[in-house]
């Protein structure tokens, strides 16, 4: 909340406000003679003496408690102010209640609707609203002037509003990088509260990458043992992508992950990004996934709150001796084929002859 207030100024004159210095005797007499004219008359010795030093004492403790009254006064007028302005302080605040509503994210090219609601509670009509980009007025209402909007040229601003009505939402239209920082809707009103409250949102506008994010690097098939080295590349952007991978829907450890030096932003300043992958295949890898023999292996990039992701699919690959087993079962079923095609038909001449000859 934004309240002006007044301060006065008092200026304190008057005589007991002469009496400084050191505390010398010499010190003393002028004093003395400042508060008692008379005394400095007087010689030194008898009565006359005696009065003289008493208007000296006189004259310092009149000094003294003229200086201590002027400072319990100014004491009081400040407290009276304090307590002045804390009074109009909170007068204020409760006679203007503010709501502004802004997206917290916008894309590059986009427009969004910007608003400013607000309820005037102390009796007093609405003077202006006042609209600010980083503390710089972009945008002015003033219900009561010949001309009630001003539009003054910001860098990133560009406000389409509405013709008739009260102003309380604006539209800004083709946002750009520059369009990102903190809004500011100022709302006062006129008299007698003169009552001055605002609100302020932060916009972060940001560029999307032309297409998600892209892993190279990685075979079909994988034994176990084998090592796996991949890299997920993401397109530029505004912020620079945040890059993760997974496998099987599970986070990859730290130790797996491999970075890489900061990449040269383009030409209208969005940045690329790209994230390694080394890990040696283990036989849990196979069987945690939904499939088993199946490896899902994705790269995630995140540009503000947007989410990208890419996957790949890798089967599981027998080692050598595997695959000989294999063979041999081939070699071993033919074999037994071929056996049985030669003793069926030898069986049945042997019948044969057995019939023949009985």
């Given amino acids: 909340m934004a309240v002006m207030g007044t301060t006065s100024v008092f200026r304190l004159d008057g005589g007991g406000g002469g009496g400084g210095g050191g505390s010398g005797g010499d010190d003393r007499g002028r004093r003395s ?16 003496a005696s009065k003289g030093s008493s208007g000296v004492k006189c004259g310092s403790v009149a000094a003294k408690r003229g200086g201590s009254g002027k400072f319990l006064l100014v004491g009081a007028v400040l407290a009276i102010q304090f307590v002045g302005a804390a009074a109009l302080t909170s007068k204020a605040g409760s006679d203007i209640k503010v709501e502004f509503k802004m997206p917290k994210e916008a ?20 003077y202006s609203v006042k ?25 990133g601003v560009k406000v389409e509003t509405r013709p008739n009505g009260e102003q309380r939402w604006i539209r800004l239209k083709d946002l750009a ?7 500011k809707c100022e709302v006062s009103t006129e008299a007698p509260s003169f009552a001055t409250t605002y609100q302020t949102a932060n916009l972060t506008v940001i560029s999307l990458p032309e297409r998600g994010p892209e892993i190279t690097g990685l075979s079909s098939h994988y034994a176990v043992g084998e090592n796996v080295t991949a890299n997920c590349s993401a397109w530029p952007s505004v912020p620079k992508a945040n890059l993760r991978w997974t496998i099987n829907g599970e986070p990859v450890p730290l130790e797996n992950i491999v970075q890489h030096p900061p990449l040269s932003p383009t030409s209208n300043g969005d940045i690329p990004n790209s994230l390694g992958l080394r890990l040696m295949i283990e036989p849990r890898h196979f069987t945690m996934g939904p499939i088993q023999g199946q490896i899902k292996i994705k790269c995630i990039a995140e540009v503000g709150s947007r989410v990208f992701d890419f996957e790949r699919k890798v089967l599981k690959a027998y080692v050598n001796n595997q695959r000989l087993s294999a063979g041999d ?30």
């Fill in 33 to 48: 003679r400042r508060c008692n004219p008379r005394a400095s008359r007087m010689r030194t010795g008898g009565r006359r």
């Fill in 329 to 358: 079962i081939y070699v071993h079923a033919a074999a037994h084929s071929i056996r049985a095609g030669i003793l069926a038909p030898l069986l049945t001449a042997i019948l044969a002859l057995v019939l023949l000859t009985t």
């Fill in 107 to 126: 894309v590059v090219g986009s427009s969004i609707e910007v608003r400013c609601e607000w309820r005037l509670l102390g009796g007093s009509n609405l």
């Fill in 177 to 183: 990088l520059q369009s990102s920082g903190q809004y």
């Fill in 131 to 155: 609209w600010y980009k980083d503390d710089h007025e972009f945008f002015r209402y003033l219900p009561d002037s010949s001309q009630r909007t001003q539009i003054f040229p910001r860098p």
